[in-house]
């Protein structure tokens, strides 16, 4: 980790008709940094996490990337997301190609890498989980667990700055969420920035250096994951009591 600030909300707001769903949100992440944002259903998490990556268009506040603000034109958040990666709960896999051609159409059609250049980064990279023999197949022919996996390294194809993860194993069944959670930790070990929305307290608790508690839309309190669950906040108390 570093003191390098890498990306940060500054008062985000998310309205939609009769909710707000994102109340003025701050949360500074820096570079290294595995920051877990945890809390009840409902509570914002996500909707916040797809404001981080333009997903949502903020209704108030800023995202800053390396301190400068996110334009709105639609050419520089395709910019931004290049730099910003997110991963799915539901994979989002293009079903009509395959694994291979999943991984590499991003970094070809952006120019980021030419076709054999990425290709070749895409087989190491389904060679590092496990999945090199996939690489002709489709995402039909894979598990749950596997098709996350993939889904995580074609976001990591593009060289990414941060990873955002939108409750990545929630949509596995129980026996798959290991290998994903696997690979997680060892980006998280090799320095990745990664902001995490998820449910597995356990898992935070882990590989976090930060957790973020979030509630009806707002940030209740950050802190290391052994003091955040030990907190002297009856809400936040409350809420651990019911899941650990």
């Known amino acids: 980790m570093s003191n390098e600030i890498i990306l940060e909300a500054r008062d985000l707001v998310k309205e939609f008709p009769a909710l707000r769903a994102v109340d003025e949100v701050s949360l500074p992440v820096h570079r290294g940094e595995a920051v877990f944002i945890v809390g009840p259903s409902g509570s914002g998490k996500s909707t916040f996490l797809r404001c981080l990556n333009m997903l949502e268009t903020p209704t108030g506040g800023e995202v800053l990337f390396h301190g400068k603000a996110i334009a709105g034109s639609s050419a520089s958040i395709n910019h931004y997301r290049c730099k910003v990666g997110m991963v799915f709960q539901h994979f989002n896999l293009f079903p009509h190609l395959t694994i291979l051609q ?16 990425a290709v070749a980064e895409a087989i190491e990279l389904l060679e590092r989980i496990g999945l090199a023999d996939k690489a002709k197949a489709y995402p039909m022919q894979l598990s749950g667990g596997q098709k ?25 069944d129980p026996e798959m ?28 608790a882990e590989v976090a250096d930060w957790m973020v508690f979030m509630d009806r839309g707002k940030i209740l309190e950050t802190g290391k994951p052994a003091v955040l669950m030990n907190s002297v906040n009856p809400r936040i108390r409350d809420f651990f009591s019911k899941v650990i």
């Open 102 to 117: 999943n991984i590499t159409l991003a970094p070809v059609k952006t120019g980021l890498l030419p076709e054999k250049k």
């Open 148 to 172: 996350q996996r993939v889904a995580i390294v074609r976001a990591c194809a593009m060289h990414p700055e941060v990873l955002l993860f939108d409750e990545p194993t929630s949509a596995l």
């Open 177 to 204: 969420v290991g290998e994903v959670q696997n690979l997680m930790k060892e980006l998280a070990a090799e320095g990745m920035t990664m902001v995490v929305v998820t449910h597995e307290i356990g898992f935070a």
